[in-house]
């Protein structure tokens, strides 16, 4: 069985740092490309980062470039997201997807962003 | 950056058909495809390549796709059809999600 699970998120202060994890199972992990896709409370979908199956391709979102770093561990079957200067306008829940076309998803992790 | 565009709703009734489109300039070049969400839950494909439909998804969901749009049809729509669903694609370093379009089934 896929399985996705993210973890890694809570609530920071504007300005502050988080960094989010995705562990995967059930699938040959090094063989997928991966993204981090986002909701705001309320809102639509929004794709934040994509990384390719050996990490040498990376693409960010234009509202996310220069403050998110996408990366991924392939021996441990995990993906990473590192965020930093994070603003009130990134409290959104954060999924994983594995795939280029997002084929499986996590639960997603709700990052909140408040003083 | 592309965009995508949908409907911000739709309705039918229970057993009617359902037609969702999304347009963009991406769709001309790259495969389109759909995700359902449930209130609470992780998007899950119901369409992949414009017209593709994975394993374990109704036979009443099916797309298509002309030039710039692709369409999602849900033939005898179901209460428990009702959900968000958003169209997708990706080009070069670009993905991109449509806004979204609420089905309701009453």
């Known amino acids: 069985e896929v399985q996705l699970v993210e973890s890694g998120g809570g609530l920071v202060q504007p300005g502050g740092s988080l960094r989010l994890s995705c562990v995967a199972s059930g699938f040959t992990f090094r063989s997928y490309e991966m993204n981090w896709v986002r909701q705001a409370p309320g809102k639509g979908l929004e794709w934040v980062s994509y990384?390719?199956?050996?990490?040498?391709?990376?693409y960010y979102a234009d509202s996310v470039k220069g403050r998110f770093t996408i990366s991924r561990d392939n021996a441990k079957s995990s993906l990473y997201l590192q965020m930093n200067s994070l603003g009130a306008e990134d409290t959104a829940v954060y999924y994983c997807?594995?795939?280029?076309?997002?084929?499986?998803w996590g639960q997603g992790t709700l990052v909140t962003v408040s003083s | 950056s592309y965009e995508l565009t949908q409907p911000s709703s739709v309705s039918v009734s229970p057993g009617q058909t359902a037609r969702i489109t999304c347009s963009g300039d991406i769709l001309a070049k790259k495969y389109g495809r759909w995700f359902q969400q449930k209130p609470g839950q992780a998007p899950v494909v119901v369409i992949y390549r414009d017209s593709e439909r994975p394993s374990g998804i109704p036979e009443r969901f099916s797309g298509s796709s002309s030039r710039t749009t692709v369409t999602l049809t849900i033939s005898g729509a179901q209460v428990e059809d009702e959900a968000d669903y958003y169209c997708?694609?990706?080009?070069?370093?670009?993905?991109?999600f449509g806004g979204g379009t609420r089905l309701t089934v009453l």
């Open positions: 990384i390719s199956s050996s990490g040498s391709l990376i």
């Open positions: 997807g594995a795939g280029s076309g997002n084929d499986y």
């Open positions: 997708f694609s990706a080009a070069d370093n670009n993905r991109v």
